[in-house]
């Protein structure tokens, strides 16, 4: 990546000063910004102590990690497949080993496989929500214990628009599995509040990240075609970006948010409040 893109408020940095943030789907899919990498480029870029970058694809991971190092904060990366109990635990060990502490669990990693009932095969239904929603509780299984010795935690969980609607797109393990991380969230939320940790929940609507160009074009004739049907779709007239839900993250993760716990905050320009 050549360019580094400027945050677009500069003055406010410092949100989440001296944090350790756990970041599951660090990378991106593709070249550029995703959600999960934009995150975790805010998240250091707004003081935490370091940024533990995990993904399947070490190469990935490496590029978001290298990324924060260049611009002189603190980043390692972990490779881990989040569906997996013994991936998931050896990088919770090992971020505490290193750092004593996880104060910000972010579960980004998400992927989609289109198909209603009928076309979509049993093993995708698996795969989507092991990768979904398990990977969600096993990370919680696994830093739960850590932020409850800590009295003070926060977990921001990625889902989606799709959580909480039916899109164009036919996707049924993708709605199913997005609708399951907000209430497995909110019970988290419910569950925890008087241990002093947080939980709650971001729904990117229409985003113009990498992961569209490779899991989403194929519904279209074109790239272009795919660009200006969601950008239509938008209320806003354009499609959010990975940074918008970077911020999001930031500010929920943040002392700033001491007394929400339990949200599901829609971050689509408004693509929530209208039928289509
Ligand atoms: N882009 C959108 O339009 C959009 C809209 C709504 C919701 N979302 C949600 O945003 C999240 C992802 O956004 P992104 O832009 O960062 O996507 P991305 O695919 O670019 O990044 C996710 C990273 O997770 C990694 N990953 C995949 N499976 C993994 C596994 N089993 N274990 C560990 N790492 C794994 C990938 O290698 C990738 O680097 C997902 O939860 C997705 O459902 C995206």
């Keep these: 990546m050549s360019a580094s893109p400027s945050s677009p408020n500069p003055d406010r940095r410092g949100r989440v000063q001296d944090k350790v943030v756990l970041l599951m789907g660090a990378g991106s899919c593709g070249p550029g910004f995703g959600n999960g990498r934009a995150s975790a480029i805010t998240y250091a870029r707004e003081g935490a102590r370091a940024v533990v970058c995990v993904d399947i694809v070490p190469a990935f991971g490496e590029e978001t990690a290298a990324f924060i190092r260049n611009e002189g904060h603190e980043a390692v990366m972990m490779q881990a497949d989040v569906t997996v109990n013994a991936d998931v635990q050896r990088v919770v060990a090992d971020t505490i080993a290193r750092y004593g502490r996880i104060d910000v669990l972010h579960n980004n990693v998400g992927i989609t496989a ?163």
């Design 114 to 276: 289109m198909g209603g009932p009928e076309e979509e095969t049993l093993e995708s239904w698996h795969h989507v929500m092991d990768t979904n929603v398990t990977a969600h509780f096993l990370a919680a299984k696994h830093v739960l214990p850590h932020m409850v010795r800590q009295g003070k935690g926060a977990i921001v969980n990625i889902s989606s628009l799709a959580g909480l609607r039916v899109t164009p797109y036919p996707y049924s393990s993708y709605y199913a599995s997005k609708a399951a991380v907000i209430h497995f969230s909110t019970h988290v939320a419910a569950q925890y509040a008087r241990q002093g940790i947080r939980s709650n929940t971001i729904c990117p609507g229409l985003m113009n990240t990498p992961l569209i160009h490779i899991q989403i074009a194929g519904q279209y004739p074109s790239t272009q075609a795919m660009i200006d049907a969601r950008n239509a779709m938008s209320p806003t007239g354009r499609m959010g970006e990975g940074w918008d839900i970077a911020h999001a993250a930031v500010f929920l993760a943040s002392d700033e948010a001491a007394f929400i716990n339990g949200v599901v905050l829609p971050v689509d320009g408004g693509q929530h409040t209208i039928a289509r």
